[in-house]
């Protein structure tokens, strides 16, 4: 399952072993992923947080890559007419917080 328009850091690792992505479905939003996985016998590649996160709302089994993920940097892009609310100024320094305490685990 592939979402949104994203593409997975892995993917270059995969056809690097030999292997080629196979897409099955794609969905507009991550949060409809989890049901469609436990429904079905399709897997998805996502970080170990949002994976953890996911399966407390469906019966998922979360298995680690066979292969190490390189470093990626995260971007936030925001409208500039959004970007000056004091909603998004929250959310950018949740999400830089929430960064922080990745790396430094």
């Known amino acids: 399952v592939c979402c949104c328009r994203g593409c997975f850091i892995s993917y270059p690792e995969l056809e690097r072993q030999g292997y080629s992505r196979q897409v099955a479905m794609k969905t507009?939003?991550?949060?409809?992923?989890?049901f469609i996985i436990e429904q079905s016998d399709l897997l998805m590649a996502l970080p170990r947080r949002a994976a953890e996160t996911m399966a407390r709302a469906a019966r998922l089994t979360i298995f680690p890559l066979p292969f190490p993920v390189?470093?990626?940097?995260?971007?936030?892009?925001?409208?500039?007419?959004?970007?000056k609310r004091e909603a998004t100024r929250w959310l950018i320094s949740l999400l830089q917080t929430l960064v922080g305490e990745s790396t430094a685990s």
Not at 28 to 34: G, N
Not at 70 to 83: E, L, T
């Open 28 to 34: 507009p939003s991550m949060l409809s992923a989890p």
């Open 70 to 83: 390189p470093p990626f940097d995260v971007k936030i892009y925001a409208h500039q007419r959004s970007g």
